[in-house]
């Protein structure tokens, strides 16, 4: 079982990118999944939540992102996206993507994020 996170890049402040996270080996709309970011010297930084769509399929940001940043399933696809808007140079960072394999039909927060994609750069810069 793995997750693979793409879709970063440079971008000019004010611009667009979409991220995804594609799962192999399950089914991604049966658990939680997470988006996260690190920014060079600081901590890492959840920024969305996506309850299972067997639980409520509530989404959660932080306030920093609110109202700039959309996360959405695509079961078909078995892929998570991450879609940012107006973005601003505090927003670069590696941006990663997460699950609990054990929050099968949970909500937001799991107990602890046990598998990871590689991560995937975003740099928002003129």
């Known amino acids: 079982v793995q997750l693979q996170a793409s879709g970063g890049g440079l971008v000019q402040p004010g611009g667009s990118l979409r991220l995804s996270c594609a799962a192999s080996?399950?089914?991604?709309?049966?658990?939680?999944i997470g988006w996260f970011r690190q920014a060079p010297g600081k901590e890492r930084e959840g920024v969305a939540c996506?309850?299972?769509?067997?639980?409520?399929?509530?989404?959660h940001y932080v306030d920093s992102v609110k109202g700039r940043f959309t996360a959405s399933r695509d079961n078909a696809k078995n892929t998570v996206y991450l879609h940012l808007n107006s973005l601003k140079p505090e927003d670069t960072a590696v941006y990663y993507c997460?699950?609990?394999?054990?929050?099968?039909?949970?909500?937001?927060?799991?107990?602890?994020?046990?598998?990871w994609g590689q991560g995937t750069q975003v740099t928002v810069s003129s």
């Open positions: 080996g399950f089914r991604l709309d049966h658990y939680v």
């Open positions: 996506l309850s299972s769509s067997d639980g409520d399929g509530t989404l």
């Open positions: 997460a699950t609990d394999l054990r929050s099968v039909g949970s909500m937001c927060p799991p107990i602890k994020y046990d598998l």
